[in-house]
T-cell receptor, first 112, second 116 residues
Framework: DQQVKQNSPSLSVQEGRISILNCDYT??????FLWYKKYPAEGPTFLIS?????DKNEDGRFTVFLNKSAKHLSLHIVPSQPGDSAVYFC???????????FGSGTRLSIRP | GAVVSQHPSRVICKSGTSVKIECRSL??????MFWYRQFPKQSLMLMAT?????????EQGVEKDKFLINHASLTLSTLTVTSAHPEDSSFYIC????????????FGPGTRLTVL
C-alpha cells in the first residue's frame, strides 16, 4: 500500500517557466511533509518542508503548498533553471517518529 | 553543516559473498540512523531503523538475517548484506538523524551494490 504517491513519473518544463510537482498521500496521521531532490548515484538532498499546521511554505524559488482536506501537496519552482533537472521525491512522516515515507519520485527535465 | 558519508560508494561482488557498507555521521552524533534501498526508477524503500546500542528495527518483508545492521557508536552504523545474490543488487542509502528535532535527517551519498 503506497501511502505517498507521485503519479507523474516525469515532467518537462521550459527554462524560466514554472514547474509544478504533485504529490498525494493517504495516511491522515502524517503531519510533516518534505521534498527531496536527487541526482543519479547520489543520496537525496533536502529541499523544503511543510508542517500540517501550515498550508504554504516558501523558500526562494521553491514553494510547497499543502491541502489537507484533499491530502495533496505540490512543489512549485519558479523560475525553473537547468540545474533543477533531477528526480524529486515527496515524503511524509509523523511527528512522533523520524521514519520517512517516500513517494516514487518525479523526474523533472528543464529544457532550454 | 551536517555530513553523512558512506563507504564504499560502489562495490561489485560475487554471488554468495558478504558485503559490508558503512554509514558515518561526520560532524554530529546520531542516535538513530536509517537504511534505505532504491531499485532503478523506483522510490527509496526504508529497510530498517538503526538505534545506537540496541537491535535494529526492520520493516516488514526485510530479512533481518540477510541484512545485518550494527549501530556500534553514535557516528557509525553498518549494513552487511550476507550471502549476496544478484537480486540484492541495488542502491543502498543511509541517513542519520541529528539532535532531538524530528525530521532533521541527513542522507549519505549512497552505495551501489552489484552482485554478479
Amino acid at each position: 500500500d503506497q501511502q505517498v504517491k507521485q503519479n507523474s513519473p516525469s515532467l518537462s518544463v521550459q527554462e524560466g517557466r514554472i514547474s509544478i510537482l504533485n504529490c498525494d498521500y493517504t495516511n491522515s496521521m502524517f503531519d510533516y511533509f518534505l521534498w527531496y531532490k536527487k541526482y543519479p548515484a547520489e543520496g537525496p538532498t533536502f529541499l523544503i518542508s511543510i508542517s500540517s499546521i501550515k498550508d504554504k511554505n516558501e523558500d526562494g524559488r521553491f514553494t510547497v503548498f499543502l491541502n489537507k482536506s484533499a491530502k495533496h501537496l505540490s512543489l512549485h519552482i519558479v523560475p525553473s533553471q537547468p540545474g533543477d533537472s533531477a528526480v524529486y521525491f515527496c515524503a511524509a512522516t509523523y511527528s512522533s517518529a523520524s521514519k520517512i515515507i517516500f513517494g516514487s519520485g518525479t523526474r523533472l527535465s528543464i529544457r532550454p | 553543516g551536517a555530513v553523512v558519508s558512506q563507504h564504499p560508494s560502489r562495490v561489485i561482488c560475487k554471488s554468495g559473498t558478504s558485503v559490508k557498507i558503512e554509514c558515518r555521521s561526520l560532524d554530529f552524533q546520531a542516535t538513530t540512523m536509517f537504511w534505505y534501498r532504491q531499485f532503478p526508477k523506483q522510490s527509496l524503500m526504508l529497510m530498517a531503523t538503526s538505534n545506537e546500542g540496541s537491535k535494529a528495527t526492520y520493516e516488514q518483508g526485510v530479512e533481518k538475517d540477510k541484512f545485518l545492521i550494527n549501530h556500534a557508536s553514535l557516528t557509525l552504523s553498518t549494513l552487511t548484506v550476507t550471502s549476496a545474490h544478484p537480486e540484492d543488487s541495488s542502491f543502498y542509502i543511509c541517513s542519520a538523524v541529528r539532535g532531538v528535532k524530528d525530521n532533521e535527517q541527513f542522507f549519505g551519498p549512497g552505495t551501489r551494490l552489484t552482485v554478479l
